[in-house]
């Protein structure tokens, strides 16, 4: 099983729609996950982080988190075409080992919004 | 705030070949990350540092691959004898503490090795 795992995609939704990004990770104690989202050709870009369970907002992206499912979603509200993307899901070590601060990265699922 | 800074952005080179790639961290940070991304494999962790010190290696292909921090503003990946299949997308992050947050990544270096 990979440590993090994200739907494959690609996932095409028409400009207004709501996107869901879905990932589930391994290591139970994993208590820091981040979504970043890297346009074609660019690195990565830091877009939410969540620590808690439930959800959290900012503008139109929501992210929701449920450590008992081990389970982490974005939610892109009223997609627009320059939300086309590729997104990763990301999640830090646990506390306490040599790899704490490591950041294990999904493969990523790519999104296009269509106008 | 200049971000993290890499050099150079795009290096082509013979199979073979010792290849450098260069990483500026942002000022005061003192986690610095190297990371390779493919198509296949998608952003590997290769080697992190804290405060200089290598904490974690076990992503390093093999022999081959070596980095270097001599000091908090500035680290080095090497590739030496560089294969085709080193081509790849490498990125340094960095990131300041132990706590919530996650990394600031370069705009990173496209390898090529024909």
């Known amino acids: 099983q990979k440590e993090v795992e994200q739907n494959s995609g690609p996932l095409s939704v028409p400009e207004g729609a709501i996107a869901s990004l879905n990932c589930t990770y391994s290591d139970r104690g994993s208590q820091s996950f981040f979504w970043y989202r890297q346009y074609s050709g660019k690195s990565p870009e830091l877009i939410m982080s969540i620590y808690s369970n439930g959800d959290k907002e900012d503008g139109r992206f929501t992210a929701q988190l449920n450590k008992a499912s081990q389970y982490v979603s974005l939610l892109i509200r009223d997609s627009q075409p320059s939300d086309s993307a590729t997104y990763l899901c990301?999640?830090?070590?646990?506390?306490?080992?040599?790899?704490?601060?490591?950041?294990?990265f999904g493969q990523g699922t790519i999104l296009t919004v269509h106008p | 705030d200049a971000g993290v800074i890499q050099s150079p952005r795009h290096e082509v080179t013979e199979m073979g070949q010792e290849v450098t790639l260069r990483c500026k961290p942002i000022s005061g940070h003192d986690y610095l990350f190297w990371y390779r991304q493919t198509m296949m494999r998608g952003l590997e962790l290769l080697i992190y540092?804290?405060?200089?010190?290598?904490?974690?290696d076990s992503g390093m292909p093999e022999d081959r691959f070596s980095a270097k921090m001599p000091n908090a503003s500035f680290s080095t990946l090497k590739i030496q004898p560089s294969e085709p299949r080193d081509s790849a997308v490498y990125f340094c992050?960095?990131?300041?503490?132990?706590?919530?947050?996650?990394?600031?990544f370069g705009s990173g270096t496209r390898l090529t090795v024909v």
């Open positions: 990301a999640v830090k070590a646990n506390a306490g080992g040599t790899s704490y601060g490591k950041l294990t």
């Open positions: 540092f804290n405060n200089n010190v290598p904490i974690d």
């Open positions: 992050a960095s990131r300041l503490g132990q706590g919530a947050g996650g990394y600031t």
